[in-house]
């Protein structure tokens, strides 16, 4: 008896979790299905330090690949002044807060520009932030 209280108890748990306790007509895109039109998600406004951040990444980007273009070979140093490079892109990309899906594509240019290097991949890569719970703007 215990044992079948207990799944009883999980099952409704879990069906609950399942239903999102009934707020489900509350999200924006559950009106537009069931009304059936489609509905694209407003792009994020960035403030104006938001924007300078993402002026300072992709220049820092450009750079990143101009240095790698002429290396041939993995490494794990890379070119010369591609660790430095790296490390400056890191501070201007943390010099304000972007949203996740803007922090996401940039963080993923700069692996691309660097994919020779072992130790500037690594940096880049414990910068991906990890489940990612916060909202899509910020």
Do not use: W
């Amino acid at each position: 008896m215990q044992f079948t209280g207990t799944l009883a108890l999980t099952a409704a748990f879990l069906a609950l979790v399942a239903a999102g306790c009934g707020k489900g007509s509350e999200h924006p895109g559950a009106t537009a299905a069931a009304a059936g039109t489609t509905t694209t998600l407003a792009p994020c406004k960035l403030d104006r330090s938001q924007r300078r951040t993402v002026t300072r990444a992709l220049a820092d980007i450009g750079r990143l690949r101009r240095i790698q273009a002429p290396v041939q070979t993995f490494s794990y140093r890379g070119a010369p002044g591609q660790d430095v490079m790296t490390g400056k892109f890191e501070i201007d990309l943390g010099s304000s807060h972007l949203p996740p899906n803007v922090f996401a594509h940039l963080l993923h240019l700069a692996k691309t520009a660097v994919n020779l290097c072992g130790a500037c991949s690594n940096a880049l890569e414990a910068e991906e932030p990890v489940l990612n719970r916060e909202t899509r703007c910020g």
